[in-house]
């Protein structure tokens, strides 16, 4: 299966890229997740704190499916003031 990850903000900042083509058999968005942090640093430290998920442009849980040819996006939640 093949995915393209994004990631957004400070995370983008925290692993040292914007976007990356990966080849996973991740069934869920949670699952790529733990697959992300299984990495070691500065994954484990990235993906340890609260992260927002898109799955092609639409908001997603951690249980939501990842299909073949899907874009995942992570990004840390907005704050306001």
Request: glycine letters at 10%; one cysteine or more.
């Amino acid at each position: 299966m093949s995915i393209r990850v994004l990631y957004f903000a400070a995370l983008a900042e925290q692993v040292g890229c914007r976007s990356e083509e990966l080849d996973r058999e991740a069934a869920t968005a949670g699952e790529l997740v733990d697959a992300l942090r299984s990495r070691g640093e500065p994954w484990s430290s990235a993906f340890g704190n609260r992260i927002r998920i898109a799955i092609n442009q639409q908001l997603a849980e951690e249980g939501d499916a990842i299909r073949d040819g899907d874009e995942v996006a992570f990004f840390p939640p907005v704050t306001g003031g």
